[in-house]
């Protein structure tokens, strides 16, 4: 059974209940409006007959006193009774007196209301310790209670029909977004095709943010195999150009005997090819684990800083550069070797970019809420037009790509900020060279 039609189910099960509820509620509360109408016009009656009875009528000719008499005569009553009552008058003794008429039912002198014979009955004791019964018929309340028994038993399954129906139609409707998605899911695992989204539903309901959401996330995912497909086809590029070399040189080295230098020479070009590749190897493997969630702690960005700049002043003095260290304590939850390789790269782009004999400036701080490391240089700098692109891999700025490295470095530190939640900021510096920023949240 599918959703639409369980949850038709489940409405319907709920929509029997209150309506039988409802119905079995709606009968007995007619059932005492009626009775209570019909009980009232008996009392009436009893109480007029109070109202026109004397306790002590006159004597009879044997000197006896009679139960009582009437104030005019009992024909001046009848006007007033409501509908087919009728009005019975016992003595004390429970003898059936003649001032009115007889009862249609026997029923027994007990105070109170009885039904007796489809009649209801209303059995009162006057002052004077007389009796008064007042009878009417049930059959108007009891043929309006029929009718109303007709109507539900009728009724209430027409109505559960059609409520049933309304269930189901707003199951579906409520269920086509979902639909939509489904088809949309198998359409793109049957094709691979990731462009296609879903149509927007209207409004801000829960089914509207759902096909929202359902595409962004499509967006999303397109974004990231496009720009999965594209690194892999920079990869392979990358890749392909120091393979090449290693094949052309031992292809060459044994196409005839060589002298030893011969042999030196290639197995030293080998080396240099197998060190590009494994830098280059590594440096993939990097920037994939970048995507793991990282394992963090709470660190000093300022003693990270300053143990990268301890790793690489024999790296700088090779360049005779000088790093200019301004740092400030600042505490965030990160992965120490990670931000450790980030802050490398940095170093050393701006060491390769940079000038020979020129200066790199190593600063941690904070700033608006967030830690920052910050490395900048006095170089030739990188147009505002290819900093966006730097962010990708084996992506050099227009007149570096004779430059040594595997162009993974900016890619690298850029995985790495998102990793720990934060971003990394490019700019030109105000010294002339590259600015990049590293900014992350501050620990609490």
Known sequence: MNLRWRLTLFYGVVLSA?????????????????????????RGAVNQVAERFTPLGRRRDDGSRPSGGWRGGP????????????????????????????????????????????????TARLPNGAWVQATRLESDALSALQRTQQLLTLGLPLLLLLGLGAGYWLADRALKPVDAVTKLAMSIAASGRSGQRVPQAIGDDEMARLTRTVNAMLERLEAMIDSERAFALAAAH???????ILQGRVSLSLERERT??????????????????TALVEGLLTLARSHVPAT??????????????????????????????????????????GLRLALSNLIRNASRYGKDHGQIWLRSSHHAGQARLEVSDNGAGVSEVDLERLRKPFQRGAGLQGVAGSGLGLALVDAVARQHGGTLELSRASE??????????IAG
């Open 260 to 277: 030893p230098q011969h042999y030196r020479e290639a197995l030293a070009t080998v080396s240099q090819s197998t060190d590009k590749l």
């Open 296 to 337: 963090l702690e709470r660190l000093d960005l300022a003693d990270i800083a300053l143990e990268v700049y301890e790793s690489h002043q024999d790296f700088l003095l090779e360049r005779h550069q000088r790093i200019n260290l301004e740092l400030n304590s600042v505490f965030v939850l990160g992965d120490a070797s």
């Open 18 to 42: 209150i309506l039988v509820i409802g119905g079995t509620a709606l009968y007995f509360s007619l059932r005492s409006s009626l009775y209570g109408l019909l009980d009232e016009g008996l």
């Open 432 to 441: 002339g060279g590259l600015r990049a920023v590293i900014a992350l949240p």
């Open 238 to 244: 990358e890749l392909r150009t120091p393979l090449a």
């Open 75 to 122: 024909g001046d009553l009848r006007p007033r009774l409501s509908g087919d009552t009728t009005l019975t008058l016992f003595d004390a003794n429970g003898n059936l007196s003649d001032i009115l008429e007889q009862p249609p039912v026997g029923a027994p002198l007990i105070d109170g209301i009885s039904n007796i014979g489809g009649y209801r009955v209303l």
